[in-house]
């Protein structure tokens, strides 16, 4: 099964802009690359995917790179509630450990 | 209400014992998963359902029981429990690979 990596942990200050990389080196042609956060006490919830194309949504943009081997979650300017676990996945659905952000004020 | 709903929100239970955990969609979504959440520690897949009276294993299945008779349903069964299976347990569903999954608010599971 394809397998996503990423850093244990991030931080970042308050209003600025973060980029949370993941690799996905052995990922197929048909796997999309997804994005959850999960804020502290509650379940995850989507933040955004895509396939090829750079994605931008309300919340967040996602570029990927020309080889799909990795991509990165940007968060435009990084609030005190962004503060999260951030996981990439792919179809498969299988979440790794994720990347904990730190928002300093 | 529309959603995803888990229960019970809490349980406590004895080691040994049978507990199944439930989870409910309103959405009638294709897909349902099953993860458990360790303290400190990501998602691990315990099982999941691509459609009615179909599931299959996840990376963490031994211990646990799933069916799906319903599409709306897909209740999670320990048939014996440990105390390795205290855990938080969520619930997911999905309407069509690979769009966007939607979870429960978890069930937090204490065996003692």
């Known amino acids: 099964d394809a397998k996503t990596t990423q850093p244990n942990s991030m931080e970042s200050n308050e209003e600025e802009p973060v980029h949370l990389p993941c690799n996905h080196s052995?990922?197929?042609?048909?796997?999309?690359i997804h994005w959850y956060r999960q804020l502290p006490s509650q379940g995850p919830e989507y933040v955004i995917h895509?396939?090829?194309s750079n994605v931008n949504n309300r919340m967040a943009s996602l570029a990927i790179a020309e080889d799909r081997k990795s991509s990165t979650l940007i968060l435009h300017r990084a609030t005190l509630r962004d503060a999260a676990v951030y996981y990439c996945?792919?179809?498969?659905?299988?979440f790794g450990a994720g990347t904990r952000l730190t928002v300093k004020p | 209400d529309a959603g995803i709903t888990q229960s019970p929100r809490y349980k406590i239970t004895e080691t040994g014992r049978q507990v199944t955990l439930m989870c409910h969609q309103t959405?009638?979504?294709?897909?349902m998963f099953w993860y458990r959440q360790d303290l400190g520690h990501g998602l691990r897949l315990i099982y999941y359902s691509a459609a009615a009276d179909i599931t299959d294993k996840g990376e963490v299945p031994d211990g646990y029981v799933v069916s799906r008779s319903k599409t709306e349903n897909f209740p999670l069964t320990l048939e014996s429990a440990t105390r390795s299976q205290t855990s938080v347990y969520f619930c997911?569903?999905?309407?069509?690979?690979?769009?966007?999954?939607?979870f429960g608010q978890g069930t937090r599971l204490t065996v003692v």
């Open positions: 895509g396939l090829t």
């Open positions: 997911a569903s999905v309407k069509l690979k690979p769009t966007e999954a939607f």
């Open positions: 959405w009638s979504h294709s897909y």
């Open positions: 052995t990922i197929s042609g048909t796997d999309y």
């Open positions: 996945i792919l179809n498969d659905m299988r």
